[in-house]
């Protein structure tokens, strides 16, 4: 009965792909879940709005502010660095460079760039670092952070660029337009949502990554005043109250998990509003 | 040929070759001024090409190659040293389908004036309400300029472009079968406002409906696989056409074409708008 059989398989494979996918919705409910429930007693007004009281980092008393405000300054600088570098390079690649040999060329860097271990480009910038005699800073850590966001912010421009319409494009230069003048006037307005959300997706790989701004940052506990000060961030924050034997610390570090989360899921949820927002005058 | 019209565009020789595939064969042909020209032929015989060569457009595409002169104000526009986007601002161009720019219907009509220099607010204004009046547009959208475009209708978007293309006050409009994506009434709409503004541009319409050529055609020019078969004044073309491809066109009889050219003709024959 080769119907049956073919039947069978119709609906094992069906009970397959459903049960894969329950475990991936499960398995980001079951994080957010338990990371809010673990940290959600410990949340409070102080824990954001002050710095840490009572010890070096491992204090009980006190907030993370200065890990929030320093992730939110290594994070906005290095995607406002990878920005103004990286759209120049995305609408070169995309609308100059195209298909040429230095275009793949790049395009074959970046994404091996894209999956360098944070934690290399984290040395990298300690090495260079003490070449030039610099200590642990927020300019350091933004130049970490800005080396591991670029190729994130640059293959996502990139694609979204390559898909504008050629028609578009005819539709300026045949109106006496330079390349300049379409690529700025016609092609970044139809790119602008894609090119928000690549921001927003590098902003987001930025403020979560603990490994490039251990070497490069540092930690501290007040909230740095100048690019030569140390930074604390959000994700070391984690790292350092977990590893406490202290339970009041340990669960300040779900705390601080849970801000991060949030942080990280109001970045997700804006990119989606923005995007929507500025497809208005998009066409289709 | 047509010694009758002045010539506005004159083209000799010219040779359109796409990676070594040759599109355009020895091409000469005059465009006479404040007239509409249309090109005829089926698909893929050129006619797009030969609308592209006279403002330059064909230089997008990879691999192009092109030998011989178009003329205009008798200078060469494929001389080495022209200013394409002068070339350009002259020769207006409507695509096949709208192509809205992603703005609102304000900054469409104003984009050309304004990467030619015009700044100044009140100027902008005016050019955007003549140029959306000349196309037919303007009763329909005077109240919402700042939509985006692509919020008209396809028939709207197309007149928005003929506005736009006017903006710049082109010397020559080219319309590469601008109503093909229309519905008749928005196609005969087009067609209206393109024979009511000739008497101010020279016009070339690149169509593969005969009956719409009939219509609106003062000129006639018969493109078949990138050579000019025929070419002459419309009442001489389609009532004692010369050679026996063009009258085999006219009537959609099939002598020398392949199957494929065939149903394109047939196609061509049951014309949407009638």
């Given at each position: 009965m080769p119907l049956d059989r073919r039947k069978l398989e119709e609906n094992f494979f069906k009970v397959l792909m459903i049960a894969s996918t329950f475990i991936v919705v499960g398995s980001l409910l079951a994080v957010l879940i338990l990371v809010i429930l673990k940290g959600a007693p410990a949340l409070s007004l102080s824990m954001l709005t002050q710095t840490p009281k009572g010890?070096?980092?491992?204090?009980?008393?006190?907030?993370i502010l200065n890990a929030i405000v320093g992730s939110l300054y290594v994070a906005g600088g290095a995607s406002t660095i990878a920005f103004v570098i990286g759209l120049p390079t995305a609408l070169y690649l995309s609308?100059?460079?195209?298909?040429?040999k230095l275009a793949s060329l790049t395009r074959q860097s970046l994404d091996i760039l894209w999956s360098v271990p944070s934690i290399i480009y984290g040395v990298f910038g300690y090495i260079i670092m003490i070449y030039l005699g610099m200590r642990a800073s927020l300019l350091g850590g933004i130049m970490a952070l800005t080396l591991l966001e670029l190729p994130i912010m640059i293959r996502a421009m990139d694609e979204v660029i390559k898909i504008v319409p050629l028609k578009l494009k005819e539709a300026s230069y045949a109106l006496g337009a330079t390349r300049l003048e379409t690529v700025l006037k016609v092609v970044s307005r139809q790119a602008l949502p894609g090119i928000l959300t690549a921001i927003l997706l590098a902003f987001g790989r930025g403020i979560g990554d603990a490994a490039s701004v251990l070497f490069t940052a540092g930690y501290t506990d007040s909230i740095p005043v100048s690019l030569f000060d140390p930074a604390a961030t959000l994700p070391l924050a984690v790292f350092f109250q977990l590893g406490t034997p202290i339970p009041e610390v340990q669960q300040r570090a779900y705390a601080s998990a849970v801000i991060l989360l949030i942080l990280v899921l109001s970045i997700s949820i804006a990119s989606r509003l923005l995007t929507r927002k500025f497809s208005k005058f998009v066409v289709r | 040929m047509n010694d009758m019209l002045k010539p506005r565009v004159i083209i000799q020789k010219l040779n359109v070759f796409y990676e070594g595939r040759q599109?355009?064969?020895?091409v000469t042909v005059n465009i006479p001024e404040n007239q509409i020209t249309a090109i005829i032929g089926?698909?893929?015989?050129g006619k797009t090409t030969l609308l592209k060569s006279l403002n330059r457009l064909?230089?997008?595409?990879?691999g192009v190659r092109f030998s011989g002169k178009v003329l205009v104000d008798g200078a060469n526009?494929?001389?080495?040293?022209?200013?394409i986007t002068e070339i350009r601002k002259r020769m207006g161009l409507i695509s096949q389908t709208p192509n809205p720019l992603p703005m609102s219907i304000y900054d469409n009509v104003a984009y050309g004036p304004r990467i030619h220099g015009t700044k100044d607010r009140e100027k902008l204004n005016q050019i955007v309400k003549q140029c959306l009046q000349a196309a037919g547009l303007w009763d329909e959208v005077m109240n919402r300029l700042?939509?985006?475009?692509?919020?008209?209708?396809i028939g709207q978007q197309q007149r928005l472009c003929l506005a736009r293309a006017l903006a710049v006050k082109p010397e020559v409009l080219l319309c590469d079968?601008?109503?093909?994506?229309?519905?008749p009434v928005s196609a005969e709409h087009i067609e209206r406002q393109l024979a009511t503004l000739k008497k101010d541009y020279t016009i070339v319409f690149v169509t593969h409906i005969l009956r719409q050529a009939k219509r609106i055609a003062d000129y006639v020019i018969f493109l078949y696989l990138g050579e000019v078969i025929e070419q002459g004044k419309a009442e001489t073309f389609f009532?004692?056409?010369?050679?026996p491809r063009t009258q085999a066109y006219i009537e959609g009889k099939?002598?020398?074409?392949t199957e494929v050219e065939k149903t394109e003709i047939d196609e061509a024959h049951t014309d949407k708008i009638s």
């Open positions: 010890g070096y980092y491992l204090g009980k008393g006190g907030g609308e100059y460079a195209k298909r040429s | 599109v355009l064969k020895d089926p698909s893929g015989c064909v230089d997008l595409v990879d526009i494929f001389d080495n040293g022209i200013d700042g939509e985006p475009a692509s919020k008209l209708s079968e601008p109503t093909s994506a229309l519905d009532t004692k056409p010369q050679d099939s002598i020398t074409w």
